[in-house]
């Protein structure tokens, strides 16, 4: 069972483009994190949201934890090639068996200039 | 560098040789994690430690799998008569309790 669904799996842009990635579950997260990837590296943390209906802003990229805390989404304005690679969200699912750190398959942008 | 060190970055192997990867966490961190990731996919969790003690682990380790961590400190993944199957990116992270978890670069591992 995928605790975590990502969706696109796929997004290809232009650059300046806006775009909004979504992470959802039917279980509740203590938090979520959420990570970017470029190919051959280890998945690089971007941010953590903790409390329900949080945003948070990290230049152009902003994260919003859902009020429930099943969903979170990333959305990235004026997109650059720079933004390019696998984004990954994560998290401790609670009352799950275990409390292992659990990803989402990623979504996989790509942008053009 | 005090990051998550993993080691080697590279392995080819034949199929059916045993091979075994090393992790060093971040030191003060206490949970240390193994995925294993394809290419274009999310990691997919394989086991993770507390301390020296192994908590959980996904049903995607076979028998052929096996992980430590004897003192608390790095840990190594084993895995014996490898097939082809098992050419993937191995990936450790490692974390303070419940927070954010930081990975190494991981070892690429291909079974010829």
């Known amino acids: 069972t995928q605790l975590l669904e990502q969706s696109p799996q796929f997004l290809s842009i232009q650059e300046g483009e806006n775009l909004t990635v979504y992470c959802n579950s039917s279980?509740?997260?203590?938090?979520l994190q959420w990570y970017r990837q470029e190919p051959g590296e280890g998945p690089v943390l971007l941010v953590t949201v903790v409390t329900g209906g949080e945003v948070k802003k990290l230049k152009r990229l902003t994260f919003q934890f859902g009020d429930a805390r099943k969903d979170s989404s990333l959305h990235i304005t004026a997109a650059q090639p720079g933004d390019t690679g696998l984004y990954l969200c994560?998290?401790?699912?609670?009352?799950?068996?275990?409390?292992?750190?659990?990803f989402g398959k990623g979504t996989t942008l790509s942008v053009s200039s | 560098d005090t990051g998550v060190s993993q080691d080697p970055r590279h392995k080819i192997t034949k199929r059916g040789q045993n091979v075994t990867f090393r992790c060093d966490p971040i030191?003060?961190?206490?949970?240390l994690y193994w995925y294993r990731q394809t290419l274009g996919q999310g990691p997919e969790f394989l086991t993770y430690?507390?301390?020296?003690?192994?908590?959980?682990k996904s049903r995607l380790l076979s028998d052929r799998f096996s992980a430590e961590r004897p003192k608390g400190s790095f840990s190594t993944l084993e895995i014996q008569r490898t097939e082809q199957g098992d050419s993937a990116m191995y990936l450790c992270a490692s974390s303070l309790a419940v927070s954010e978890a930081f990975f190494g670069q991981g070892t690429r591992l291909t079974v010829v």
């Open positions: 430690f507390q301390n020296e003690a192994q908590l959980e």
């Open positions: 994560a998290g401790d699912a609670i009352n799950q068996a275990g409390t292992a750190l659990i």
């Open positions: 279980s509740v997260f203590s938090s």
């Open positions: 030191s003060e961190h206490n949970r």
